[in-house]
């Protein structure tokens, strides 16, 4: 059937599709009252006190005072900006001062960090209440790198102004229903390492008794990438014998492309999918059983190259998977939180249980700063802060990511499914229209090359993106320094690692002073107007002490919290995502319109009917 000359492709376009009718169960979730943080069971109301209505005007107020604000001029005004915006957090460093944001807006937003609740809000995601409201779930990916017996918690535990030791809610045990949620993360991470050093050191074997060469990661959004952006940014410390892909998309030439590099005797495929539901995925996990089946993988031996991560652990045994080969995960995770999950057995494999620990360490470092560290010098609630000013200041802005690093180049991608998905939301927790944007557009490339792309809108386009610099620091040093090369040496000639090193590193540095300084016209210049750049335009730096799974987890927790603090702020609910199914009932309703006899096809409307992704026979 093509497009255009295909009937039913006409009748497709055609047809009007009146919205699948919103179920009255979900209708009742909608209408569900929040659990008041740290007093669960007891209903709130929006803003009882009119307290957060106040502390949003003043900074509405302020904000829109700042449009005009030199940000240069803050440096000579405010004395101690640098210390007031510039923050250390589990071994990052943020500079936060190139912004539109006086200490005066500051103040003011900290009072709306107190009138949102944001310390009681994080308390209760860390104390495992309910706080997806329209959900009735807990949001409990902070305990997945909680510290079990492996990992001392050098920080001991937190102790409050009157110096009475209390219970330190990062470690305290915790329960959701009756499950003791530090045994379950404990015992799925223990079989994880046995079968990731099992892989690695190659005594799991394919059916034909090969080691394992390759591991293809079969999921989408949440179940996709964050284990490509760790794979990728970890890629140098990966096993020598081990290549990891990612197959995603349901776009046939997709796996075609990807099939033709691997070899069905030495394949493993990880299905990764928290609902065992998602149509893509249940295609391409049918696809990659059909072909090993066809690279002569007997149907006996399929379980030494299928293993699944879920929490729908029936959906991945009525795939045909047992219990040994599923490596569940609590539905107290959400999909784009869930890289510290089973979901991030693919990371494990690649650079092994002890690397995959020391991410989780990292990671747990940021939860630490951010449950102890006061607001104002706290790296993930500045961070949210600057993001909302940002958006009042500079109305219908994106926000623009630019890690200058290769290793980091779907770092963008990740952060965009983080914000978009958790904060595109037009109602708050109450069902109660926003009357402000939120979850600004999310984009970016790796510099230095998005510098010789889009970087001249952000210089002197119309409008303005506020970016933020994420930049490791190599540990090997950064040698020699550009302007130390021999007098007359070839621009292109290779100058050695350390000294590129220290290219990159100041090219983010000059690239983020460009923006906030511009450039006056000569006098005289005839092309002045067009060689003129403003200046005055925003932008964050984080710099990372190298790039290792420790500096990795610490970075994605601090996107995690700034989102999630976000959410809190514009009290909106960060972790449903009900917008994403209304296109995938569709999508299933004209799949079988899209047939060449316009009928529904009986294999395409079993994958595609985002039932639970189990064929009639898979016995693995
Ligand atoms: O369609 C959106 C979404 O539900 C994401 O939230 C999630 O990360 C992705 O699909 C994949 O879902 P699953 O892991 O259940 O297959």
Not at 323 to 330: N, Q
Not at 369 to 379: C, E, G, I, V
């Given at each position: 059937?093509?497009?255009?000359s ?5 009748a ?6 009146t ?7 979900e ?21 009882p006190d ?8 003043a ?12 940000i240069?001029g803050l ?10 915006f510039c ?10 001062s190139r912004?539109?944001?006086p200490e005066?807006?500051?103040?003011a937003?900290?009072?709306?960090v107190d ?22 779930r807990?949001a409990l ?6 510290p ?5 918690d ?6 409050d102004?009157?110096?009475?030791p209390r ?16 045994a ?6 223990d079989?994880?390492?046995a079968?990731a050093?099992?892989v ?7 059916a034909?008794?090969r ?8 999921g989408?959004?949440?179940s ?6 760790a794979?990728?940014?970890l ?14 998309n ?13 070899d ?6 990880i ?15 049918l ?6 089946l ?19 652990v029936?959906g991945a045994?009525?795939?045909?998977l ?6 569940p995960f609590g539905?107290w995770v959400g ?15 690649q650079i ?9 360490a ?8 951010f449950a102890d560290a006061?607001?104002?010098?706290n ?5 949210a802060l600057?993001?909302?000013w940002?958006?009042l200041?500079?109305?219908g802005c ?6 200058y690093?290769?290793?980091?180049a779907r ?11 958790s ?14 944007d939120?979850?600004?557009a ?21 409008r303005i993106?506020?970016?933020?610099f994420?930049?490791p620091?190599p540990?090997a040093?950064?040698g020699?320094a550009?302007?130390e090369?021999p ?8 100058s ?6 220290a290219?990159?590193l100041a090219?983010?540095?000059?690239q983020?002073e ?5 450039r006056?016209p000569a ?8 060689r ?10 984080i ?11 610490a970075?994605l927790?601090?996107y995690?919290?700034?989102?999630v603090t976000l959410?809190?702020?514009w009290r909106?609910?960060s972790?449903?995502q009900?917008g ?6 569709l999508?299933?309703?004209?799949e079988?319109l899209l047939a060449d ?9 079993g994958a ?10 898979l016995?693995?």
């Amino acid at each position: 059937c093509r497009p255009r000359s295909c009937p039913n492709w006409r009748a497709a376009r055609s047809r009007r599709y009146t919205s699948p009718a919103t179920s009255e169960s979900e209708r009742t979730l909608k209408r569900r009252q929040e659990t008041e943080p740290g007093n669960p069971g007891q209903p709130r109301s929006p803003d009882p006190d009119g307290a957060w209505q106040a502390a949003w005007t003043a900074v509405e107020r302020q904000a829109a005072a700042c449009r005009a604000l030199r940000i240069d001029g803050l440096f000579d005004s405010e004395p101690e900006r640098l210390d007031r915006f510039c923050v250390e957090a589990a071994g990052l460093w943020l500079d936060l001062s190139r912004n539109r944001l006086p200490e005066s807006g500051l103040d003011a937003l900290l009072a709306l960090v107190d009138a949102a609740g944001v310390p009681a809000w994080r308390d209760a995601m860390f104390a495992g209440h309910a706080i997806n409201g329209t959900e009735g779930r807990p949001a409990l990916h902070v305990a997945l790198r909680c510290p079990h017996g492996r990992h001392r918690d050098v920080a001991g535990p937190a102790v409050d102004a009157g110096t009475q030791p209390r219970p330190d809610p990062l470690t305290a045990p915790l329960k959701v229903g009756d499950e003791d949620i530090r045994a379950v993360v404990r015992n799925t991470l223990d079989r994880m390492r046995a079968f990731a050093e099992a892989v690695r050191d190659g005594a799991w074997r394919g059916a034909t008794g090969r080691p394992i060469t390759d591991i293809v990661n079969v999921g989408i959004g949440g179940s996709h990438l964050g284990p490509e952006l760790a794979c990728g940014a970890l890629a140098s410390l990966g096993h020598p014998r081990l290549r990891t892909h990612f197959l995603s998309n349901v776009d046939p030439d997709a796996w075609q492309r990807l099939a033709r590099e691997l070899d069905p005797a030495s394949t493993l495929a990880i299905v990764a999918s928290k609902s065992w539901r998602t149509q893509e995925t249940a295609m391409n996990a049918l696809a990659v059983r059909e072909w090993l089946l066809a690279g002569g993988v007997p149907e006996d031996g399929l379980h030494r190259h299928f293993v699944g991560v879920t929490a729908n652990v029936a959906g991945a045994r009525a795939f045909g998977l047992s219990d040994d080969t599923i490596f569940p995960f609590g539905d107290w995770v959400g999909g784009r939180y869930s890289l510290w999950s089973a979901i991030g057995l693919p990371v494990m494999l690649q650079i092994g249980s002890g690397a995959f620990d020391a991410l989780l360490a990292g990671a747990h470092a940021m939860d630490r700063h951010f449950a102890d560290a006061p607001p104002a010098r706290n790296a993930p609630i500045l961070l949210a802060l600057v993001s909302l000013w940002n958006g009042l200041v500079h109305p219908g802005c994106t926000e623009v990511i630019a890690p200058y690093s290769d290793a980091l180049a779907r770092l963008p991608a990740w952060l965009q499914q983080l914000q978009m998905e958790s904060n595109g939301k037009r109602v708050d927790r109450h069902g109660n229209p926003v009357a402000y944007d939120t979850a600004p557009a999310c984009w970016g490339e790796p510099g230095t090359g998005a510098q010789h792309s889009f970087f001249q809108a952000l210089h002197q386009g119309t409008r303005i993106h506020p970016i933020d610099f994420v930049v490791p620091v190599p540990d090997a040093g950064l040698g020699k320094a550009a302007s130390e090369r021999p007098e007359g040496g070839a621009p292109l000639a290779d100058s050695g690692a350390p000294s590129r090193a220290a290219t990159l590193l100041a090219n983010a540095i000059a690239q983020a002073e460009a923006l906030m300084r511009g450039r006056e016209p000569a006098p005289g210049d005839p092309l002045g107007p067009h060689r003129e750049c403003p200046g005055n335009r925003p932008s964050n730096t984080i710099l990372l002490d190298a790039l290792t799974p420790a500096s990795l987890g610490a970075l994605l927790a601090l996107y995690e919290h700034k989102t999630v603090t976000l959410g809190w702020l514009w009290r909106i609910d960060s972790f449903d995502q009900w917008g994403v199914e209304l296109g995938k009932t569709l999508a299933a309703r004209i799949e079988p319109l899209l047939a060449d006899d316009g009928a529904p096809d009986a294999a395409s409307e079993g994958a595609s009917g985002v039932a639970a992704l189990s064929p009639p026979s898979l016995a693995l």
